[in-house]
C-alpha cells in the first residue's frame, strides 16, 4: 500500500530572472514500511523531493499525500503540526543544537507532544538504546563524533515515532566505518521497526542497503523503481 | 516551562554577551531611575508646606534682605497667628566637600511655627537658653560623627569668619522635605556677629485660614508697595516650588539624558538580539523542520528579550531602589528624601518592556518568516 503518493506533481524555482523546472509532472509511489534510496546527479531533484515530502516544501502544481494526508494544500501552521507527528528528517551535517546535550536534542520533537516529562524521558531513552548512544546522554554535539552526532539526529528523527523517515545525505559527511555503522542502524530500523525509510545518496554502496532504489534525472524517474541487491 | 531548558540554553550560548546586554540594561535603567529620582524629589519638596504657613521674600529676590521692622507690622494684620523669620547662612564645614544647609531663625517662633521639628524637650529648651547653641538633623550626627553637646566650627562663606555652635539638640523631621542634614541657629547671635542688626532673610507667616492665604499675602504686598524693600508674599508650597523650578532646565535636562541613555542602550540591546537570531538561522530552520511552528519561534524569541531585559531591568532598578536607602542618600543636602518613587519604577519597567519588544520583535518577526528550505540550504 502507497503510503507517499505523488501525483502530477510541477515545482518550479525562480533564479534571478531564470526559470528553473526541477519537475514537470512527476508521479510516485512509496509503500509503508519500504526502505527507499533516491539517486540522481546533482540538480536531478532529490533534495527537492524529499522537501516536498516532508512538506517543507509545497509544489507548484500537482498533490504530494502522505499517509492519507494532502500534504500540499496544508498551511503553514498545519504543517508545523503534522511535521511534528508525522515526520523524521535527518540532514547531511546532522543539525543537532550545539548548546543542548544529545538527549536534549532528541528530546525536542517530544516537547511538541502533550506526553508527560516521564513519558518523554522514556521515550528518549528508547531511542538513545536504539541507536546506541545510552552512554552519551548528557554530552554535547562537540563532544561527540561525526558518526555518533549522526545517530542522534537519527534518533530525534525517529524517538516521536513518525510515519516517515527522511535522510538527506546522510553519509555524506561520514567516513566508511561510521557511513556503515549508520546504514546498518536504517536498515534495522527498517526491518526491526517496519520503518518507512526514504534516503537520497549520491553514494551507490549507502543506496544498496535500500529495499528500492530510485533514479531521478531532470525531475524524472529515469527507469522503473529496481530492488536493490543487497537489501533482497 | 517545558521550553525553559531552550531559552536558557540559548541564552548561555554566549555567556559574555548575554551578562554584557543584561548588565547595559541593568546599568541604563539604573542612571534612568537615579536621574527620575532627582526630578521626582525635587516635585515633591514643592508640594511641602504647612497649608496655614506663607512666606513672605523681598519682591527683588531671596538674596536680597527685607527690614526686620516689617515683622511687627505684618504680625499686627487681621488673619495673622503667629510670625517667624531666617537668614540663609552657607556656612562651611571642615573642606566644604560634605555640603549641608545652615541658618539663623528666630528660635522660640520658628519652631512653633514647624511642628514637622521634632526634638526631645530637654534639648529644645537647652537650645533655646544658649544664644550660640545650634540644633541640628539627625542625618549629620552619622556623616560627621558629631555628639550633642560638641562644639563645631562653621567658615562663614557668605558671611566670613570663623562660627562655632555648640550642639544643644538634634532632631528628626517628621517631613523628609524638612532636611534631616540641617544646621539651625540663633537669628539673635548672626545679628550680633554680622554687626546688622534688623535684617530677615524672609519671614514665615502662620494665618488662621488657608482659605484667606491669597487675600492676607495681597494685603502685606500692598502694605510694603512702596517702600524700600516691597516683598512678595506666597504659600510656603509655592516658596518650595520656586527653588524647584529654578531647577527646570535642569530636569528637563536630566529627563533628556535618561531617555538617551536608556535609548542608546536599546539600541545595542536590540543590536546584540538580532545578532544572536541571525547565527541561529540554520538551527531555527532545523526546528521548524522538527515541526515548532512559527507563533512558538516567535514567543521563544520574544521570550529570549524578555528574559534579557527584564533581567537587566530588575536589577537596574531594584539596584536603585535599595542602593539610595542603603547609603542614605540626599544629593549632599539639596534633595532631601531621595527615594525612587513608585511612578519611576513603573515607568522603567514600561520601558524594560518596551525594550524587549523593541529588541525581540524584529528577530522573533524574522525567525517566524524564516524560509526553511532556503535557510537549510544555505547550512547544508
Known amino acids: 500500500m502507497a503510503l507517499v503518493e505523488i501525483r502530477d506533481v510541477y515545482k518550479s524555482f525562480q533564479r534571478d530572472t531564470q526559470k528553473i523546472e526541477v519537475f514537470t509532472g512527476l508521479t510516485l509511489d512509496i509503500d509503508e514500511g519500504s526502505f527507499t534510496a533516491l539517486m540522481g546527479p546533482s540538480g536531478s531533484g532529490k533534495s527537492t523531493l524529499l522537501n516536498l515530502i516532508a512538506g517543507l516544501d509545497k509544489p507548484t502544481r500537482g498533490t504530494v499525500r502522505v499517509g492519507g494526508a494532502e500534504v500540499s494544500a496544508m498551511s503553514a501552521g498545519q504543517l508545523a503540526a503534522w511535521r511534528s507527528r508525522h515526520v523524521g528528517f535527518v540532514f547531511q551535517s546532522f543539525n543537532l543544537l550545539p548548546v543542548l546535550t544529545a538527549y536534549q536534542n532528541i528530546e525536542l520533537p517530544l516537547l511538541l507532544t502533550n506526553l508527560s516529562k516521564k513519558d518523554r524521558n522514556e521515550r528518549v531513552k528508547i531511542a538513545l538504546d536504539v541507536v546506541g548512544l545510552a552512554d552519551r546522554a548528557d554530552h554535547y554535539p562537540r563532544q561527540l563524533s561525526g558518526g555518533q552526532e549522526q545517530r542522534a539526529a537519527i534518533a530525534r528523527a525517529i524517538v516521536a515515532d513518525p510515519t516517515v523517515t527522511l535522510l538527506d545525505e546522510p553519509t555524506g559527511q561520514l567516513d566508511a566505518k561510521s557511513s556503515q555503522e549508520v546504514l546498518t542502524l536504517l536498515q534495522r530500523l527498517n526491518n526491526e521497526f517496519n520503518k518507512t525509510i526514504i534516503i537520497v545518496t549520491h553514494d551507490a554502496h549507502a543506496a544498496e542497503r535500500a529495499k528500492t532504489i530510485l533514479h531521478l534525472e531532470k525531475g524524472d524517474l529515469i527507469e522503473k523503481p529496481r530492488v536493490a541487491t543487497a537489501a533482497r | 516551562m517545558k521550553y525553559v531548558q531552550l531559552v536558557l540554553a540559548n541564552l548561555g550560548r554566549h555567556k559574555l554577551r548575554s551578562i554584557l546586554t543584561i548588565a547595559s540594561v541593568a546599568l541604563a535603567l539604573f542612571l534612568f531611575a537615579s536621574l527620575r529620582s532627582v526630578t521626582t524629589t525635587m516635585a515633591a519638596a514643592a508640594q511641602f508646606g504647612g497649608a496655614r504657613r506663607l512666606v513672605t521674600l523681598n519682591a527683588t529676590g531671596l538674596v536680597f534682605p527685607l527690614p526686620l521692622a516689617y515683622g511687627n507690622r505684618i504680625k499686627a494684620m487681621p488673619g495673622v497667628t503667629g510670625l517667624s523669620w531666617a537668614n540663609w547662612f552657607g556656612g562651611r564645614y571642615g573642606d566644604g566637600k560634605n555640603f549641608f544647609a545652615n541658618f539663623a531663625v528666630d528660635a522660640e517662633s520658628y519652631l512653633h511655627l514647624y511642628p514637622e521639628i521634632v526634638m526631645p524637650a530637654d534639648q529644645k529648651q537647652a537650645f533655646l537658653q544658649d544664644r550660640t547653641g545650634a540644633i541640628i538633623g539627625d542625618r549629620l550626627i552619622s556623616q560627621f560623627g558629631w555628639k550633642l553637646g560638641q562644639n563645631v566650627t562653621l567658615q562663614g562663606t557668605i558671611f566670613q569668619g570663623d562660627w562655632t555652635f555648640k550642639i544643644d539638640g538634634v532632631y528628626h523631621p517628621t517631613d523628609p522635605a524638612i532636611g534631616d542634614n540641617v544646621l539651625i541657629f540663633h537669628h539673635d547671635y548672626f545679628d550680633e556677629r554680622i554687626g546688622r542688626a534688623g535684617i530677615a532673610g524672609w519671614y514665615i507667616v502662620e494665618i488662621d485660614d488657608p482659605a484667606h492665604a491669597p487675600t492676607i499675602a495681597k494685603t502685606i504686598d500692598d502694605l510694603f508697595r512702596n517702600s524700600s524693600s516691597p516683598t512678595k508674599t506666597g504659600t510656603e508650597r509655592q516658596f518650595q516650588a520656586s527653588f524647584a523650578t529654578m531647577w527646570g532646565n535642569v530636569s528637563f535636562l536630566m529627563s533628556t539624558i535618561g531617555l538617551a541613555v536608556v535609548f542608546a542602550i536599546l539600541l545595542v540591546t536590540a543590536n546584540a538580539m538580532m545578532m544572536s537570531a541571525r547565527e541561529r538561522t540554520g538551527e531555527i530552520a532545523v526546528l521548524k523542520t522538527v515541526g515548532f511552528s512559527d507563533r512558538l519561534l516567535f514567543t521563544l524569541v520574544m521570550v529570549e ?68 528550505v532556503q535557510a537549510l540550504r544555505k547550512v547544508e
Open chain 2, 305 to 372: 528579550a524578555g528574559a534579557l531585559a527584564l533581567t537587566g531591568a530588575a536589577i537596574g532598578l531594584g539596584g536603585a531602589t535599595v542602593l539610595y536607602p542603603a547609603i542614605n542618600f540626599n544629593g549632599a543636602g539639596f534633595l532631601p528624601g531621595f527615594k525612587v518613587a513608585t511612578s519611576t519604577l513603573i515607568i522603567g519597567a514600561l520601558v524594560a518592556v518596551g525594550l524587549m519588544l523593541a529588541s525581540g520583535l524584529v528577530p522573533a518577526v524574522r525567525a517566524a518568516r524564516l524560509p526553511i
